[in-house]
């Protein structure tokens, strides 16, 4: 598979992570605020995990200042929507749990804590339904 286009969020953690394949394959660097991470709420939440994991439950869940899983998602969404196919996307783990379970509905909290730092997902799209393939971790 060839890759002609890659897109990441803005934020220096994630240009750093895609910089040797920016360089490996001679593109230019795409960046698009929407696959920012998502901001599940305002100030220090020492409960924190307590709040992400019944935001997976209820995808509408808002705590003050943040955005809901189905906000976050659909923004996401929109970004990859926008590139090209055989792209690369970089993003973070809670935004890239939600694209992954607008895709897998089975891809949730669970799954989450188990990704990796960084991890790479395929998403086989054929306009119908799609396969979510973990390539590596």
Do not use: C
Not at 98 to 115: I, Y
């Amino acid at each position: 598979m060839e890759i002609s286009y890659i897109v990441s969020s803005p934020y220096v953690r994630a240009i750093e992570s895609i910089e040797p394949t920016l360089k490996q394959k001679g593109l230019e660097l795409n960046t698009d605020i929407r696959l920012s991470e998502r901001v599940l709420g305002l100030g220090n939440l020492p409960d924190w995990l307590d709040h992400l994991e019944r935001s997976f439950n209820n995808m509408e869940l808002k705590l003050a200042g943040g955005e809901s899983g189905s906000e976050a998602a659909e923004r996401g969404i929109a970004a990859v929507s926008a590139v090209p196919h055989q792209s690369i996307v970089v993003t973070y783990g809670n935004l890239l749990a939600l694209l992954l379970n607008h895709w897998d509905p089975g891809f949730g909290f669970a799954e989450w804590r188990n990704l990796s730092n960084p991890d790479i997902f395929k998403i086989t799209h054929d306009g119908q339904s799609a396969i979510v393939e973990r390539v590596w971790n």
